[in-house]
Each structure stands twice: as C-alpha cells, then as structure tokens.
C-alpha cells in the first residue's frame, strides 16, 4: 500500500462512514483518527497502543485486520522485529497476458464490495439499538473455578511474541498502562490484583476460563489476549469492565 492513510480514508468512504461514525463505534478519539487518514503518526500515542487502534478500524470496517496492522507498521517505519512480524507471506510471481480470468476476477471484487457495504451498513444498524462491544466482552462473572495465578513483572512485546502465549489451554492477558488509572482483575472468579497502575506498567495474568478486567480510564489501558492486541477498552475517562473468554481468542494462523 502506497499511502497508508490515504487508502484508508478511501475504505471509510466507500462504506459510508463518517469519521464521527467510525470514532463512536471504535471508541478511538477523533483526533488519532484523523492522524491516521493523514499519515501523521508522531500523534498517535505510540507502540502497541497504535496498532490496536488500526486492528479496531479494520475489524469494524470489515477488512482483514492482520494485512492492516502490517501495512501501518511498514508505514509507520516501526522496530523491524515487529515488520518482519508482519510480513505477508511471499507468493511466486505469475506472468501472463490479462484475459479471462482478470475479468472473473473483477466481477469477483465488485460483488465483494457490495457485500462488504451491506455487511457494515446491516451491522451500524444492529448496534444502533444494541451498542458496538461484543457479546463475549460483558462484565459477567462466573466464580468456582480453579485458582489462577499472576505475574506482576514486565515484558516488552518483542518478548511477548516469542513467549508460550499461544497456549491455548490458558489464557495469558498482558495489561498495559498508558496513563495512570485503577485496575481491577479477576481469574476464574478470584480476585488477583486491585489498585493504581502507573503509567507505562506492564502486568501479565493467567487464568484457564475466564478474565475480567475493571479500568476506571478505559483509554489508559491495552490489553493483549494470547499474543493479539485487543481493541480500545473504552473513551477516555470512561468506567468500563470487560469478561474474556476461549471464544475471544483469535483463530490460529496457517
């Protein structure tokens, strides 16, 4: 992709979607918004916490969020252990005259798009009345279960990624804090860690059926389930609390 932002602004556009729209249901300020459709990413807050903005506009979207998050990280020129992470995987170049499989493969396209747009109108329409968080990420809390255990230590997420975290028996949440705000978390219905976390603290969590985290400063916080970055918890200043489960959990990659 040539200009990040600028083909990003073309994707919203084509959908219908306002930049007010887009900031409501992703709950990214609009200001971080419209550094991103303008390339300017010394505005963004930085780090993980970019990259989770990006993965929330393309899953609302409807696009592929993992080619996204890659595109930015070229854009963006970040560490290369994090592009090379992101690299789409190489593919034999093919050579040959455009004939009939070019004009199947834009009439392919073209019904893609129509179906994209009915998909995200349909979508804006359901969470009018029902709100944008999905049903797995309700503060609901299910207590009983066997203990879990935490680790109150830092990791950077080049560790991060080369960590035992796609262990799918458990479920490994990362906790990182941008700004100052009072956290609460529980792992199958106990109580591991409630105060103050300072900014730029990193805590990590493990638990093997559920999590529940509590911010008072929704925005303040990234949470990175299993390796994958999640979306915003919440706007700025906002209470908010969040259960996740398996099912939250992305589908393994080929």
């Known amino acids: ?9 073309r ?4 959908r219908g979607i306002t930049l007010a729209e887009l900031s409501a249901a992703t709950k990214i300020p609009l200001r971080y918004l419209t550094a991103l459709e303008n390339d300017e990413f010394n505005r963004l807050p930085g780090g993980i ?16 969020e993992r080619e996204w998050v890659g595109a930015f990280v070229h854009a963006a020129k970040e560490e290369p252990e994090v592009r090379a992470r992101y690299a789409p995987p190489e593919h034999p170049a093919r050579v040959g005259r455009p004939g009939w499989t070019t004009s199947i493969l834009i009439v392919v396209l073209f019904a893609a798009g129509v179906f994209a747009v009915h998909s995200v109108r349909a979508r804006r329409a359901a969470e009018a009345t029902s709100g944008f968080l999905p049903s797995s990420q309700t503060s609901s809390l299910e207590r ?12 950077s997420e080049g560790n991060l990624a080369n960590s035992p975290l796609q262990d799918v028996s458990e479920l490994h949440l990362q906790v990182f804090s941008i700004s100052s705000t009072w ?16 900014p730029r603290e990193t805590r990590v969590f493990r638990a093997t059926q559920e999590l529940n985290v509590s911010a008072r400063n929704a925005s303040a916080v990234v949470l990175t389930l299993n390796g994958e970055t999640l979306a915003p918890l919440g706007s700025p200043d906002e209470a908010k609390s969040v259960t996740l ?4 959990l992305s589908p393994p990659r080929p």
């Open 49 to 64: 916490f970019n990259r989770g903005y990006v993965r929330s506009i393309a899953h609302y979207l409807g696009l592929d």
């Open 245 to 248: 489960t398996r099912k939250d």
């Open 183 to 198: 956290v609460r978390i529980t792992a199958d219905g106990q109580l591991l860690y409630e105060g103050d976390m300072k």
């Open 144 to 155: 009983g279960t066997p203990a879990a255990t935490v680790l109150p230590t830092r990791v």
């Open 11 to 14: 994707e919203r556009e084509l």
């Open 1 to 9: 992709m040539a200009l990040f932002g600028e083909n990003l602004r």
